[in-house]
């Protein structure tokens, strides 16, 4: 079982940064792929970022590649989404995920744990 608690979001103009993060509880954490999420208003869920449980390897969508870097710190329990170069389009409600199982996320989008989320709004 994994705990998952975001935090870092807030309202930021466009072309700024933010960095938020995500502490995980739980024994098996250091074994777990991880990502984020996102809902922006009246939209579906969506992949934003993903990486394998020893962090090697990471995947991300094509809106978000080159602005957006995950990473973990296993030593921390904790997954970090830093997103530069933010656009009025990332405005959304953001959201840790975790597998349950040792999966790429290039193979599935499907995730067993999740967190309440996090707001990020970029004003233009």
């Known amino acids: 079982q994994v705990q998952l608690v975001e935090s870092g979001g807030g309202l930021v103009q466009a072309g700024g940064s933010l960095r938020l993060s995500c502490a995980a509880s739980g024994r098996t954490f250091s074994t777990s792929p991880m990502g984020w999420f996102r809902q922006a208003p009246g939209k579906g869920r969506e992949f934003v970022a993903g990486l394998s449980w020893s962090g090697s390897s990471t995947d991300y969508s094509d809106s978000v590649k080159g602005r957006f870097t995950i990473s973990r710190d296993n030593a921390q329990n904790t997954v970090y989404l830093q997103m530069n170069s933010l656009k009025p389009e990332d405005t959304a409600v953001y959201y840790c995920?975790?597998?349950?199982?040792?999966?790429?996320?290039?193979?599935?989008?499907?995730?067993?744990?999740w967190g309440q989320g996090t707001r990020v709004t970029v004003s233009s």
């Open positions: 995920a975790a597998k349950r199982v040792a999966q790429a996320w290039s193979v599935s989008y499907d995730a067993h744990y």
